[in-house]
Structure formats: C-alpha cells, structure tokens
C-alpha cells in the first residue's frame, strides 16, 4: 500500500509514493519497507529505537517529536492512537462494515457478551465474539491471549470476521484495551458497563483511575447501558451524554429475583411496557443482571421481547462462570473464574443459598498482580464458605507460600481454613473430605486450561480434568 493511500490525508508527506509492506509498533519486528510506529510505553520508547529501525530497513517513522529524521518521519500530536488510524485504513477500515457491541466492567463482562451472541445468533446474525476466555467468528473459536488484542491484530480479527460474513461485533472491552488505545478508531452502537471493584491496581494505582479507564467507552458509544445498582455505575451514568439506559433493582430496567435453585433462576423484568416472569437455565442471582444487560442491548439493536425472550431464556451460560462439574456422588462441585473479592462474594453468596452441607471455597491469588486485593479475597470467601481451602493459582514468579501468606492475613479465625499449596492436590483433598450436601466452588481459574509459574512457564491444568481424576481415585479407593 502506498505510503498516501494509508495515511489518507491525515498528514503530508514527500514519501506518498513509498510502498508500505507492513505495519508495527514492535522494533523486534523491523522488515524491510514497513513503517514503524514509535510508542512510549511503561518500560520502553519505541522514540529510542527510531533510528535503528530505519537502519534494518524501515521505510518510515510515525513519532510525537522530531528526531531529526527528516522527512522519513511522520510527525503527529499521538503516535498510540494515529497507530490504530493506520492499523485501521491498512485493513480497509473494518471497523466501519460492522455493527459492535461493547461491554466493560470489572465482573460479568464474559457472560453478558456470551448471552447477547447467542440471542443474535438466533435471530439470524453472524456475529463475532472478542473477549477473555477465546474469540469467535460465528462457530469458529480463535484462541486469545489478551481480552482486548493489540490493535493490528484487533484490526486483522475485524477484519477476518467481515470476510467471513459478520454483521456484528460483541467484545468484552478491557481496561487496558481502553487506556493503551488497543481498539483504535472502533465506534460501538451500544455500550455497556457492568460494575467496578477492585482490580488491576497494579497497572491503574488507584480506582479513580480504574474508573476513568472504563469510562472511555462511553465516550465513543451511540447508546449506554449502565449498571445503577453499582455506585461507579450511578456515576457514570450522570457523566455520560449519550442516549442512556439504567439497570438495576430500580431502573429503566428494573429487575427482582424470584428464585434460584441449581437448575436455573427466575426473577421479573419491568420496563415501561409492563411487568413480566423470566425463567432462564442460568442459574445465580448475579446472572440476572447479566442477563437484564444483554436483554436491554438487544432491545437498544432493534430485537423485539419475541426475538428476545425465548432465546435469553435457553441460554445455558459460559463455560467456566458458575459452571456444575458432574461428580455423580452425593455432593456437588462448581467450577468459577471468580478472581476479585467481589466475584467470589458473589459466587458464594448464591450458590449458599442451595447448598444443604456445608460450602468449601477452594482458592488462591495470581503472582505478580495487585497484592492489596488478597486478604480481600480472603474476607470475601469467609463471608459465606464454611471451610477454606487456600492454595495457588498463577503464582508465576511469586513464591506460592508467600502469596498464601498474604491471603491469610485477611483471615480473623471466623472461618476454619487449610492450606495445601499444590493446587491438584488441593483439587484431591476437596474430593476426599466432601460429605453428603457439600457443595465445593473451585474459584479463580474459571475457563482456562493452565497455570502460570515462573518465567512465564505454562503448564496444562484444567480443573474439570483434575476434579474428574478425583472422582475417579476416591470411586477406586472405595
């Protein structure tokens, strides 16, 4: 492409004739012909490796000062954000053939995309899934690592998924992605924002911040449907000037539980329309809400309650988010990403209200995150569980013992706890001493397959399979 077609007037240039090859923000992965964007990130300026780049055969710098690189330098005010521009235009813009759908929060996030994919799925659209657990274009599932991807293979995924026949768009849209411009010059029909607790501070610091990050999407939205049940979410409400809805116990769309049993929830919907009785398979108070927020989305996309309803209600849910491991013995395991006080508040708050033996928590922290929020999650878990099984779960280039360490500090001795640091056989100690009614949450890990220990090594771990070895050993032993 040439270098003026991609920058499609935004500055001038002498090299409008240049023909770019490639596109990159990464100096490892200098080619002859691309063009290199120069970024300042929290470690490194691409500003520093300028020079050199178009020493390995860089046709052009895009930078915020001058380097004194003549006209091989494109100067702009923000280097991050005119990236995405060119990420953008280099795939054909996109961003602008589709209809999208974003939803950010601390929690809820995976769920309310899942449930809104599967009611526009049923209505007849292709749509793309962007979020924490893989990507999808319709039935082809696309492994991710980053809930938001960078924005060159943001753009090259959008890019994909219009080839492929999409309409629409649904992504979990995360702090980082926000902050960091990941998404580039992408505008969404319909925002959501779910709730905000604490996470991530050791990137944000502090919450305002968080929040601020969040906040973002609402400035690039047609439509917002905001949580007013969570303070940060009564906030944003009053900030943003877009067309707006609430969600919440008293809103626009106004929820009350009903019930909730292992087999799934009911609770009722008011709207100005009227009152009605939902029954859904998914089961949890905490997934009423989700599932008010992808209603009031697909409503805000144009769907009708009969487009709507009896797709929401037949939703199973998402692997890994309050998810039954089959154990075919007298007592019940759950499978949960919960990985914030909040979520595991949450969690186990409601399956305690169909637990008739006692509730085990069985968790642990990631290594190298935001150490303020572990005894929180201790106090979280003891609020509700009967018994603690603390043990690892990412402890990358932590000690375990000193991440439990942590976590224990939150404990007042409320709540009968043990530590067994080796996360498979904590899995086997839960099995081994379940009695008749106890239900156990494994909380933390959710829907991934792996844990994370030093220098970043994977090792495979799901805990469906290991619950399952479980069951199988304890069936051996008998």
Not at 348 to 364: D, M, Q
Not at 427 to 441: E, P, S, T, Y
Request: glycine share 8%.
């Amino acid at each position: 492409m040439k270098l003026a077609e991609l920058l499609e007037n935004r500055v001038a240039t002498a090299l409008g004739d240049t023909e770019i090859t490639a596109l990159t923000d990464d100096n490892r992965r200098i080619t002859e012909g691309c063009l290199f964007a120069c970024i300042k990130g929290e470690r490194f300026d691409g500003h520093n490796a300028a020079a050199a780049a178009l020493e390995q055969g860089a046709a052009v710098v895009v930078a915020e000062r001058d380097l004194g690189l003549g006209d091989r330098q494109i100067l702009v005010e923000d280097s991050r954000a005119f990236y995405g521009e060119l990420c953008a235009a280099w795939f054909g813009h996109p961003e602008r053939r589709m209809r999208f759908i974003g939803v950010t929060g601390t929690n809820g996030k995976t769920t309310t995309t899942s449930v809104i994919k599967h009611i526009l799925t049923a209505n007849g659209h292709k749509v793309g899934l962007i979020g924490t657990i893989q990507n999808e274009i319709g039935d082809e599932v696309i492994h991710t690592d980053n809930t938001t991807p960078m924005v060159f293979s943001l753009m090259e995924l959008y890019d994909r998924m219009y080839r492929s026949g999409c309409d629409t768009v649904v992504m979990e849209v995360s702090s980082f992605g926000l902050v960091q411009k990941r998404i580039g010059p992408t505008h969404f029909d319909v925002a959501v924002f779910t709730n905000l607790t604490q996470d991530h501070l050791d990137y944000h610091k502090t919450m305002d911040a968080y929040y601020d990050a969040k906040r973002m999407l609402f400035d690039i939205c047609d439509t917002a449907i905001i949580n007013t049940e969570d303070d940060y979410g009564k906030r944003l409400f009053s900030e943003v000037s877009c067309e707006k809805y609430s969600y919440g116990a008293e809103a626009d769309y106004a929820y009350a539980p009903i019930r909730v049993t292992a087999g799934g929830t009911s609770f009722r919907l008011t709207t100005a329309a009227g009152t009605q009785e939902i029954s859904m398979l998914m089961t949890g108070y905490f997934n009423i809400a989700n599932a008010v927020a992808a209603y009031a989305v697909c409503r805000a996309y144009g769907l009708s309650d009969a487009e709507i309803l009896p797709h929401l209600e037949s939703c199973a849910g998402v692997k890994g988010r309050c998810e039954v491991i089959p154990t075919g013995r007298d007592f019940s395991m759950i499978c949960d990403y919960a990985h914030t006080p909040d979520a595991v508040e949450n969690i186990l708050e409601n399956v305690k209200l169909y637990t008739e033996g006692r509730l085990i928590c069985l968790f642990g922290c990631g290594g190298n995150r935001d150490r303020t929020k572990r005894p929180l999650m201790a106090q979280a878990a003891a609020k509700y569980a009967d018994l603690l099984l603390v043990t690892s779960d990412n402890p990358r280039d932590e000690e375990p013992q000193a991440i439990i360490d942590d976590i224990l500090a939150g404990l007042d001795g409320s709540v009968p706890y043990e530590v067994v640091i080796d996360r498979r056989e904590a899995i086997f100690h839960a099995a081994r001493i379940a009695q008749k009614g106890d239900v156990i949450v494994f909380a933390g890990k959710g829907h991934e397959d792996y844990q994370i220990f030093e220098n970043n090594r994977h090792i495979h771990f799901d805990e469906r399979e290991i619950a399952a070895e479980a069951l199988r050993a304890l069936a051996e032993e008998a």
